[in-house]
């Protein structure tokens, strides 16, 4: 147990459908990101937040969203959802941002998002 | 934007055999390396990092190798075993922004 919650770890949803992916970062861990997996590709980095502010993007799409709670689990909204959508998505979590930052990141196991 | 690639989409050893799995990356900004493992049906763990005022980092059986001039990176696993089959991946972090990742090698030990 890397100490990374997600849930659920599989999701199976039509498309057009919106769903939520939840993340809860390791104890103490303030930064927490989400990347993307699709089939035999490596991850793709969507959005950063710490302490519950946006810090950074990546590829992440419009219909995508993300926020971080004052409780610093974090949900991944992913809407008008398409065949394409259907990935892992992992969120990893990391300890303080800034010229002490750990740059190590800690994942966790995942939601498989499946679109039929 | 720049990425994080490796070499070879898959490697294949002999059990006992010493493993290397080499990485180019093209940040030059980049100051900050790991290696992170993923098994089948699991998230990326950690394996070694690696700061780029290091030429060389050790761990236990692994050995991460930085060479900035060429942009390379290699993970060296000594004695390899079957646990250690999985999917490899190289990542790189510029200060400031988020870890970028490789597309992987998937290393397959057979016994």
């Known amino acids: 147990d890397s100490g990374v919650t997600q849930t659920p770890k599989h999701l199976i949803t039509a498309t057009g459908q919106r769903v939520t992916l939840r993340c809860s970062p390791r104890?103490?861990?303030?930064?927490v990101y989400w990347y993307q997996q699709s089939l035999d590709q490596g991850l793709q980095f969507l959005i950063q937040y710490y302490n519950g502010e946006e810090r950074a993007k990546g590829n992440i799409l419009e219909r995508f969203s993300a926020q971080q709670f004052p409780d610093l689990h974090s949900e991944l909204n992913l809407s008008s959802l398409e065949l394409g959508d259907s990935a892992l998505y992992f969120c990893?979590?990391?300890?303080?941002?800034?010229?002490?930052?750990?740059?190590?990141?800690?994942f966790g196991s995942g939601t498989r998002l499946t679109v039929v | 934007g720049e990425s994080v690639g490796l070499h070879l989409p898959t490697l294949s050893v002999q059990e006992g055999d010493n493993s290397i799995i080499n990485c180019a990356y093209s940040?030059?900004?980049?100051?900050?390396f790991i290696w992170y493992k993923q098994e089948s049906g699991k998230g990326p763990q950690f394996i070694i990092d690696?700061?780029?005022?290091?030429d060389k980092r050790q761990g236990q059986r692994v050995t991460v190798l930085l060479n900035k001039t060429v942009k390379h990176l290699s993970l060296q696993i000594a004695a390899t075993q079957p646990g250690d089959s999985a999917v490899y991946f190289c990542a790189e972090k510029e200060a400031g922004t988020a870890l970028i990742f490789g597309k992987g090698t998937t290393l397959s030990v057979s016994s």
């Open positions: 104890s103490g861990d303030l930064s």
């Open positions: 940040n030059s900004a980049s100051d900050y």
């Open positions: 690696i700061r780029s005022n290091m």
């Open positions: 990893a979590s990391s300890a303080i941002l800034g010229p002490n930052e750990a740059y190590g990141y800690t």
